[in-house]
């Protein structure tokens, strides 16, 4: 069965920091994998995904991701961070047919 | 161009009570998704509607249904409401293609149900 494990709920980063918001999955099929993020009171919006090719993934706002098969990791990250980039952070995988399985989600909280 | 709307945002029910939540999806999009995200936790599951069919469910009990209408609109209806039902309910849409499980989620701004 696929999964998902955000390894640190809580990221607490000063501005213009660097940031590593770190995933870790397993899964019997393909994987294509997700991040989201959630901004307080809103629903999700898609970051990046990887299905294939390249291993290191661009998205929007400045994140990337790379996928790592052998450690089985996906993680997200930002060379300097926003205030606006405090949120609610998720990564998921594409589970049984076209469902998203969600890890638990990273806080990312940044101050000036 | 509207992306996925949700009604009601918000709603307070009591135990035992019905209810029930709509989507719109974003336009082109023929697939809609529903998800539950509790308080603290990512969003899980709950079922795919395709072609006006329920074509993929997750572990919920057979208390949440729901429909697809002709115009890829879709409602998730809750019986028998529990305490726990108490959840941001996320509808997600997507167009199916032929990679399935590539196409990506589009979600919207969520229902948050309140149940006393």
């Known amino acids: 069965a696929q999964s998902v494990t955000q390894l640190d709920s809580q990221v607490p980063v000063f501005e213009e920091a660097p940031v590593e918001l770190r995933c870790n999955y397993s899964s019997s099929v393909s994987v294509y994998l997700f991040w989201y993020v959630q901004y307080p009171n809103q629903g999700l919006q898609l970051l990046l995904k990887?299905?294939?090719?390249?291993?290191l993934v661009k998205g929007i706002n400045g994140f990337e991701a790379e996928f790592n098969k052998s450690q089985t990791s996906f993680h997200l990250r930002k060379p300097s961070v926003h205030i606006s980039d405090t949120a609610e952070y998720f990564c998921a995988v594409i589970g049984a047919g076209t469902a998203l399985i969600f890890g638990k989600g990273t806080t990312l909280s940044v101050s000036s | 161009d509207a992306g996925v709307t949700q009604s009601p945002t918000h709603l307070i029910k009591t135990r035992g009570q019905q209810v029930t939540l709509r989507c719109s999806p974003k336009s082109g999009h023929d697939t809609v998704s529903w998800y539950q995200q509790a308080l603290g936790q990512g969003p899980q599951f709950i079922f795919q509607?395709?072609?006006?069919?329920?074509?993929q469910r997750g572990n919920f009990p057979d208390r949440f249904s729901g429909h697809q209408f002709p115009n890829y609109s879709s409602e998730l209806n809750v019986n028998a409401l529990l305490l726990g039902d108490s959840a941001l309910y996320l509808c997600?849409?997507?167009?199916?293609?032929?990679?399935?499980?590539?196409?990506?989620?589009?979600f919207g701004p969520g229902t948050r149900l309140l149940v006393l």
């Open positions: 990887y299905l294939s090719g390249s291993t």
């Open positions: 509607y395709y072609e006006e069919e329920e074509r």
């Open positions: 997600a849409s997507s167009l199916r293609t032929s990679g399935l499980g590539q196409e990506t989620q589009y």
